[in-house]
């Protein structure tokens, strides 16, 4: 089971340098100049998680694996892209193979980076990318919905279905607003269907001078009263301060986090952020093998959890061993949570909740 988000902007925000920062490699091509990203790149990032190391030290694993999400670096939208300029046609292309958007814009000044609008300003960047991904949207329907009303004028239930869909969800694209908030409760599936580029959930990644890499700056505070304005979450980062942290080694990390006032990387808020856009959650399981993290969606029940690990779990699931995270920690592992009667049977209505550790019983 993948996930992944596309990291997307205009040129020259620093989509590459967080990229390459994120992934630990020089795969994507960091140059000043726009469309330097002419193939998206694409990388797997583990997802930073303090509950696992607490888990491998208890069950003494002798490996411990990390889940992961992918990121994908697209190539730089400029103005006019829904109409084929710039790369536009491969960028839309591109954007919509992935789950989640990571919008990265601009919030430090610098003559050395030139902006393809000639000026900072990260609201107005925002709006130059949304805009073309609403007008991307609005073609598309408009495309498909003549044949579809045809079909449902000759009593094509489903094809009527997917009109009362698309109809309000054009005339909020019309008015300059997402897809995403013209989908009626339920209808979720069939929107999903269409493959819409503003109905995918967003990131919006602050890009800032490293001065403000602690605190941030105006620009970033615009950006984030913007995020809460629309529903979306928001991260402050450096890309410049992350890149140099990226080529440290990891003993050396916490130190120069330390030095510039920093709890913890902007990657990880990042990752940790695009995990939750995702609407993932994490279990695992732990032994003297291994302890390794699973990534689930949010609702998952215990037999598709099984499959995330194997399909023949899945298929021949008879129950789940479960204990929840802190209890494994309080009762120092598995014998003790036994013991004091914190590990459950769960059938296959159980919930998975994140932070479960698991050992599936199963029959093929």
């Excluded at 967080?18 to 330097?36: D, G, I, R, S, V």
């Excluded at 696992?52 to 994908?72: C, G, Q, Y």
């Excluded at 399981?285 to 037999?303: F, H, L, N, S, Y």
Aim: glycine share 10%.
């Amino acid at each position: 089971m993948g996930f992944n988000c596309g990291i997307v902007g205009l040129p020259n925000v620093g989509k590459s340098t967080l990229f390459n920062a994120l992934t630990e490699t020089a795969a994507a091509q960091a140059a000043n100049y726009p469309f330097c990203t002419i193939e998206p790149n694409v990388g797997r990032v583990a997802v930073p998680d303090p509950r696992l190391d607490t888990l491998a030290r208890i069950a003494k694993s002798a490996k411990v694996v990390p889940t992961s999400l992918e990121f994908v670096d697209i190539a730089g939208l400029v103005r006019g892209a829904s109409k084929g300029e710039g790369l536009g046609n491969q960028f839309l292309a591109n954007i919509r193979e992935v789950d989640a958007i990571v919008h990265v814009l601009r919030c430090f000044e610098g003559t050395d980076v030139t902006h393809v609008e000639g000026s900072v300003d990260p609201l107005r960047d925002a709006e130059t990318v949304e805009t073309e991904l609403m007008l991307a949207d609005l073609e598309s329907l408009e495309k498909r919905l003549p044949a579809l009303q045809k079909k449902a004028r000759g009593g094509d239930r489903d094809a009527a279905a997917h009109v009362s869909l698309i109809e309000p969800i054009m005339a909020a694209l019309a008015r300059g607003q997402p897809a995403r908030v013209a989908i009626p409760p339920g209808e979720e599936g069939r929107a999903r269907a269409l493959n819409l580029l503003t109905t995918k959930p967003v990131l919006y990644v602050a890009n800032v001078d490293e001065a403000s890499a602690a605190t941030g700056n105006a620009w970033s505070a615009k950006v984030a009263e913007m995020a809460r304005a629309k529903g979306a979450a928001s991260v402050v980062v450096s890309a410049a301060i992350e890149a140099e942290i990226a080529q440290l080694p990891a003993e050396e990390k916490k130190a120069f986090l330390d030095s510039l006032g920093l709890a913890d990387s902007g990657l990880d808020r990042v990752i940790r952020a695009g995990y939750g856009l995702l609407g993932l959650i994490t279990f695992f399981t732990a032994g003297p093998k291994e302890t390794r993290a699973w990534t689930i969606v949010r609702g998952t029940k215990a037999p598709q959890a099984a499959g995330v690990i194997h399909g023949d779990f899945e298929r021949g699931f008879i129950a789940a061993e479960t204990i929840a995270y802190d209890d494994y920690v309080a009762c120092g592992g598995e014998a003790g949570a036994r013991e004091a009667g914190k590990l459950r049977i769960e059938g296959r209505d159980y919930v998975v909740q994140d932070g479960d550790v698991m050992l599936f019983r199963f029959n093929v």
